[in-house]
């Protein structure tokens, strides 16, 4: 039995379990069978432990978590202190969504990335209050997870690439005649090289995704949203957009060009009734694998990093997200607004 107080439970942070005798052990053993330390949790160390299981991407499945549980409270966790110990193990800032019902009735939502991090927040959250959701990403296996685990809600998964003239075409087709918001999420991460060792293959292909995918979506649907007088479009930018110490060059210079993008677009369909806005991500845990392919970008990145906020979960960013594609932004045109934790603050 664990030696705290309140037993170790799913709602226990990290830090709790690490902090804990008999749960640090085995959490510690768990990682190093995946050949994993205790010191790739610490960005993360105050959320709860029940977290990794949609963090892991499988890796650390639900019934792992529940199997830890119960290896540390081998008589079981008492059912009139489990509550307790959840309120108790659960830092009183953390943040819980709260869900707007109605907020999206009667309004078709367009997000890619769908399947996984930020965009399955945002498709999630968009559904769960009343929105008809186009759920678009490239992999059937993801959408499909997303599908069964928002039984009952309005959603139309469709894998499509969104650099692809075909693949914009079929998102538009299922989106149908009206058109109320697209969330341009799907991207990816560079290998954090400078300018001087970065390759046309990695500069083409993040520009491709990232700011030509990102057009193309926004381009198709302005007639849509021109016909009805209105409509709302958010991209993903980065905190690569707003400092140069995030990322490599093909990443932060596709960022940048995603907040063009968006202003000018804000300042040509603005009086048309359509806002174009953009989020900037700090850090959040998604399954965009960084990698460091310069010794170089890995010393100035990770120098640049060094007061970055501890990651956060993609829920918190579908907040800022669905404000912005919702009426409650309303008054908000052709910003970039920073969702991340005071980071460019810093």
């Known amino acids: 039995m664990s030696t705290d107080t309140a037993p170790l439970t799913g709602a226990s942070t990290i830090q709790t379990w690490l902090d ?14 995946g050949g994993q330390s205790a010191d790739a949790l610490a960005p993360i160390a105050a959320l709860p432990i029940s977290n990794l ?6 890796a650390f499945p639900q019934a792992a978590l529940d199997a830890l549980v119960a290896q540390v409270n081998p008589d079981g966790v008492p059912t009139d202190t489990g509550a307790a110990a959840e309120g108790a193990s659960t830092p ?3 943040w819980a969504e709260k869900i707007t019902a109605g907020r999206f009735t009667g309004q078709t939502v367009i997000v890619t990335g769908a399947g996984s991090g930020i965009g399955r927040a945002t498709a999630s959250r968009v559904a769960r209050e009343g929105g008809r959701v186009i759920a678009v990403d490239v992999s059937q296996d993801r959408l499909d997870e997303f599908v069964a685990a928002h039984d009952g809600a309005d959603v139309v998964a469709l894998t499509a690439d969104i650099t692809d003239d075909d693949g914009v075409a079929r998102i538009i087709e299922a989106a149908g005649d009206r058109i109320d918001g697209l969330a341009n999420i799907a991207g990816i991460m560079d290998d954090m090289t400078p300018v001087g060792d970065v390759t046309d293959d ?3 292909r993040v520009f491709r995704v990232n700011v030509t995918g990102t057009m193309k979506l926004m381009r198709a649907v302005i007639p849509a949203m021109l016909a009805q007088g209105g409509g709302s479009i958010v991209n993903t930018s980065s905190e690569a957009s707003l400092r140069g110490s995030a990322a490599g060059a093909a990443y932060t210079a596709s960022k940048h060009a995603v907040v063009g993008l968006t202003k000018s677009s804000a300042f040509m369909y603005g009086p048309s009734g359509i806002r174009v806005n953009a989020v900037a991500p700090g850090a959040v845990i998604t399954n965009i694998e960084a990698k460091f392919n ?6 100035r990145v990770r120098t640049g990093m060094a007061v970055m906020v501890p990651p956060v979960t993609p829920d918190r960013l579908a907040a800022s997200i669905t404000f912005l594609l919702s009426d409650d932004g309303v008054n908000v045109n052709g910003q970039n607004l920073a969702s991340d934790g005071g980071w460019s603050a810093a």
């Open 53 to 58: 299981v949609a963090m892991s991407g499988g």
């Open 294 to 299: 310069s010794p170089l970008g890995a010393d």
């Open 20 to 33: 804990d005798a008999a749960g640090g052990a085995a959490l510690r053993g768990l990682l190093a069978q």
């Open 92 to 94: 009183k800032s953390e």
């Open 202 to 204: 990695v500069w083409d």
